[in-house]
């Protein structure tokens, strides 16, 4: 017993791994966090009941193991999504994270390669070399838009065996048209993962890339209730492909990986589909608000079809974080120069943030 206590790089590490960091996104009890894209609006409470209620079932019989296929649950995001889907299509797990490693394990892994357009979601690279496989990244236009022909002539030179492309996008906001996903995919005898983390936030009338599904039993569409249904401590992402693709996460997926209890809050949760997304609008409407507000300070707000918005015109990211952090405000530096992203809460959460960055402006 006793002595130092041993470096990373005294433990035998794989070396794929050695040199990387852990996502890292700052924790801190400050009164106004809009750092990670949560749904920072309490569950409402006649929600809460019935979650509770489940939940308190589910416990007398938590001796037991869950039911391995979570059948219940899968009938109920079949049920939610639409769009003809039927259980066998429906796959689920301990948040979007977890659904996005299985497909990896399963179609990744070591000697194959994984691609996104980068600036994308900061958890594609790290699940894909944790997984053992290679990570590349293609490229966007100077407005973070993906082009149909640049992005499928991307694919077709990198030949990857996985695609990610996130719709709408992470860190950017940015919308992303089914021609791109079409062309993508026509690009490729790989798996094309499109992340609909946010999608709930885009406007009603743009079409899901669950309408691309139909034979291409290589399209996986993932989407999670951690944002619209403002479920993020509960852990919870599913996604829609076909059967047997869902087959093949089986073979990867760890025995009984989702808890009783997870799939009983779950399943509660999405009985109140119609009321958990009202907040959807009372979210758009602030970040709208926000967007106008920040192109009217001098900044420029680029286009979001999700929960938060990026902007750029700041001349130094780090000390404005730091202001914003100083007035109790968290806001999230995501290395785009000249730029920080901010999450869209409640309306006394967007006034603070306002309010807070005009006042650093004035002193400026």
Same mark, same amino acid.
């Given at each position: 017993m006793g002595g130092m206590s041993p470096s990373l790089d005294d433990l035998p590490l794989r070396d794929d791994l050695r040199g990387l960091t852990p996502y890292g996104a700052p924790q801190a009890p400050l009164p106004v966090a809009l750092n990670v894209n949560e749904n920072t609006h309490p569950v409402p409470e006649e929600v809460a009941d019935d979650i509770l209620d489940a939940v308190a079932r589910a416990l007398r019989d938590v001796n037991r193991y869950p039911d391995r296929e979570f059948t219940h649950l899968r009938e109920s995001f079949a049920e939610y999504l639409g769009h003809g889907l039927t259980p066998d299509r429906i796959w689920a797990a301990n948040g979007s994270n977890e659904v996005l490693q299985h497909l990896l394990q399963a179609f990744g892994g070591p000697g194959r390669?994984?691609?996104?357009?980068?600036?994308?979601?900061?958890?594609?690279?790290?699940?894909?070399?944790?997984?053992?496989?290679?990570?590349?990244?293609?490229?966007?236009?100077? $407005?973070?838009?993906?082009?149909?022909?640049?992005?499928?002539?991307?694919?077709?030179?990198?030949?990857? $065996?996985?695609? !990610?492309?996130?719709?709408?996008?992470?860190?950017?906001?940015?919308?992303?048209?089914? $021609?791109?996903?079409?062309?993508?995919?026509?690009?490729?005898?790989?798996?094309?993962?499109? $992340?609909?983390?946010?999608?709930? !936030?885009?406007?009603?009338?743009?079409?899901?890339?669950?309408?691309?599904?139909?034979?291409?039993?290589?399209?996986?569409?993932?989407?999670t209730m951690s944002k619209a249904f403002a479920f993020a401590g509960a852990r919870v992402g599913y996604l829609a492909a076909d059967p047997t693709l869902i087959d093949a996460l089986r073979l990867v997926r760890l025995p009984y990986h989702l808890s009783a209890l997870t799939q009983a809050a779950a399943t509660a949760a999405l009985s109140h589909s119609t009321t958990m997304l009202r907040m959807v609008d009372e979210i758009v409407a602030q970040r709208d608000r926000m967007s106008a507000t920040l192109d009217a300070l001098g900044y420029h707000a680029y286009e979001s079809w999700t929960n938060f918005v990026l902007f750029d015109g700041v001349d130094d990211p780090r000390a404005t974080w730091q202001a914003l952090y100083d007035r109790g405000i968290l806001v999230r530096d995501v290395g785009i120069p000249h730029s920080l992203r901010v999450s869209a809460g409640t309306e006394d959460e967007t006034t603070a943030f306002l309010e807070a960055l005009a006042s650093i402006d004035s002193e400026a």
């Open positions: 390669t994984a691609m996104g357009f980068g600036p994308t979601y900061s958890m594609y690279p790290l699940l894909t070399r944790a997984t053992g496989a290679q990570y590349v990244t293609g490229t966007r236009g100077p $407005d973070f838009t993906l082009d149909p022909a640049s992005a499928a002539a991307q694919v077709a030179e990198l030949r990857p $065996d996985v695609v !990610f492309l996130c719709a709408p996008n992470n860190p950017t906001g940015t919308p992303l048209g089914l $021609d791109v996903i079409e062309a993508v995919y026509g690009a490729t005898d790989g798996i094309v993962i499109v $992340d609909e983390a946010y999608q709930e !936030f885009a406007p009603r009338e743009s079409s899901s890339a669950l309408t691309l599904l139909g034979e291409r039993n290589r399209l996986v569409v993932s989407r």
